[in-house]
């Protein structure tokens, strides 16, 4: 058995890092809380993904065993694949990684970092993050323009700016290292690019899709 969650905690909107952008009734009766971790549900920053992962699997995990590897949404599928003894698709990019080495007490290889997005066109927070190792690289897009549809948004926009953190001694996210490391941020930004792009080259373009909110 395995429990975890897609995205981190609500909590009131009102006194999100929107600056009071949103009011919304429902959500402003959620009270979750990430703890230290910045933002919440749909920020890149840690607070909108980093969530628990609980597994229980009798006479190859030990009961009680704690870890603090990195294990992303994307390393179901092959992880499952190779309990099933089936082959990982070759048809297209599998961005996750089998994670049976981490639960058998061994190092964790993965080739492609692990990347999240928010590209809603928002402009309090990041629309992108990726790790490498304890650092993590956050991405800005440009405004959405006016009256464009979100989806042709996300396939469309690039990255203009950058964050960067240590999330070894900040895991609040609290100090932006981008301008003191200006070639790790120049490294870690071009192997971002190079993800994006991929996403973006992948992503479905629903022609009768209208809507201008992307919801």
Not at 16 to 33: Q, V
Not at 63 to 88: H, I, K, Q, R, Y
Not at 93 to 109: K, M, N, Q
């Amino acid at each position: 058995m395995l429990f975890t969650s897609d995205n981190g905690p609500e909590y009131p909107v009102n006194f999100a890092e929107s600056g009071g952008l949103w009011e919304d009734p429902i959500r402003d009766r959620s009270f979750g809380t990430p703890g230290p971790l910045r933002g919440m549900k749909r920020y890149t920053y840690e607070g909108g993904h980093r969530v628990p992962l609980i597994l229980a699997w009798p006479g190859h995990v030990r009961a009680g065993t704690t870890s603090d590897g990195l294990v992303n949404g994307t390393d179901m599928l092959p992880t499952l694949c190779e309990l099933a003894g089936a082959e990982v698709p070759k048809d297209r990019t599998i961005d996750g990684v089998s994670i049976l080495p981490l639960l058998e007490g061994r190092a964790l290889t993965r080739p492609i970092p692990a990347c999240w997005a928010s590209p809603a066109g928002y402009t309090f927070m990041p629309n992108l993050a990726m790790r490498e190792g304890e650092y993590v690289l956050t991405a800005w897009f440009p405004p959405r323009p006016k009256g464009q549809r979100w989806i042709d948004y996300m396939a469309s926009a690039h990255p203009e700016r950058y964050e960067l953190y240590d999330l070894g001694v900040d895991v609040a996210q609290r100090e932006d290292l981008a301008s003191r490391e200006p070639k790790r941020v120049e490294q870690m930004a071009a192997t971002l690019a190079k993800l994006w792009a991929g996403i973006q080259a992948e992503a479905p373009r629903w022609k009768d899709w209208d809507r201008q909110d992307g919801h």
